[in-house]
């Protein structure tokens, strides 16, 4: 099993950014815990993480074919982007969304995501682990 790990605008600024809402935690951490969950769990998982919306598109549209599903955190992009909606909906993979945060719970704008409306599961509000959670969530519905 091959899922592909897309984290987008501003994740890259992991313990730097608003450390009192997405953690003291580096994205090289968060990548780590991700690789490990992933080996714990018999998974191959590619990691990418990119700040331009045209390289997200891009790298979702190169998962056709080539992975079993998508876990995406799309940061901000995820309440503006119809671009990764649709190219999430063109390669038909199964998709988690992730959040660090709740996005419910924040700023009136964060609670509207383009993402929500392919995902086949949404996790927010866990931190690192949501992305454990959304791993463990493929590899069941893939194996039944």
Avoid: W
Avoid at 11 to 35: A, C, W
Avoid at 121 to 135: C, E, N, P, S
């Amino acid at each position: 099993m091959e899922i592909l790990v897309i984290n987008g605008v501003n994740l890259n600024m992991l313990g730097i950014r608003q450390p009192e809402i997405y953690g003291k935690e580096s994205y090289g951490d968060l990548v780590h815990f991700i690789t490990k969950s992933a080996l714990e769990l018999d998974i191959f998982v590619d990691c990418y993480q990119s700040n331009l919306e045209g390289e997200i598109v891009t790298k979702i549209q190169k998962a056709y074919k080539n992975y079993d599903g998508i876990i995406i955190n799309a940061g901000a992009y995820t309440h503006t982007s119809i671009a990764i909606l649709d190219a999430l909906k063109a390669v038909n993979l199964p998709c988690v969304e992730v959040h660090l945060s709740d996005i419910n719970n924040r700023e009136d704008f964060r609670k509207f995501s383009y993402i929500s409306l392919y995902a086949n599961k949404i996790i927010v509000g866990k931190g690192f682990a949501g992305y454990r959670d959304g791993l463990i969530f493929l590899k069941n519905l893939l194996n039944n």
